[in-house]
């Protein structure tokens, strides 16, 4: 199977935040971020896999600044990370300034995914070759967060969690 990097799967979506998506302070809804969020991801997660997938979990998300009506969002997702069947994908939520374009970061999260046949069996996936700095960071930092998964969810043990000892065992 051929290896693919993370720009082959890089999702954009940009969209306007309308007032049926806001709370009572005119904010955009944290769940309907998260939609946003699962789409983006879940196309990313296909365009690297070629299978159907589905989301295993959510690992991460930081609402780190409001997204005010009428603000244009872009959510940005491409996977960080592939494992045997899963995907790890990180994405990058920007608001643009309604005057001047200019963009800030306003949110993140990080999703994991499952490549499925048709009868939902989970299926492997290429692997992942990152290309850039960033690319390369978050993809070595997705063996650690899932070493911490599995010895949270106790599927690991956690003196076989080589990643997240050699954090702490130096």
């Known amino acids: 199977m051929r290896a693919k990097t993370p720009s082959e799967s890089r ?6 935040v309308l007032p049926s998506e806001t709370n009572p302070l005119n904010n955009l809804f944290g769940g309907e971020l998260l939609a946003r969020m699962d789409r983006a991801a ?3 997660a296909r365009r690297h896999s070629r299978r159907i997938t589905v989301t295993a979990s959510v690992n991460h998300v930081a609402f780190n ?3 005010p009506l009428g603000s244009v ?3 940005e997702a491409a996977v960080s990370r592939a494992f045997k069947t899963s995907m790890e994908i990180f994405i990058d939520v920007w608001i643009e300034d309604r005057f001047t374009g200019e963009r800030t970061k306003a949110n993140e999260a990080i999703y994991t995914f499952v490549a499925v046949d048709d009868t939902g069996k989970p299926t492997e996936v290429p692997p992942l070759e990152p290309e850039t700095d960033l690319e390369k960071e978050r993809f070595a930092a997705a063996l650690r967060r899932k070493q911490l998964s599995l010895v949270l969810a106790g599927k690991l043990k956690p003196s076989d969690a080589t990643e ?3 954090l702490f065992m130096s």
């Open 11 to 16: 999702t954009i979506m940009t969209d306007l």
């Open 42 to 44: 879940s196309i990313s």
């Open 65 to 67: 600044r409001a997204v």
């Open 73 to 75: 969002v872009t959510v």
């Open 164 to 166: 997240l000892k050699a």
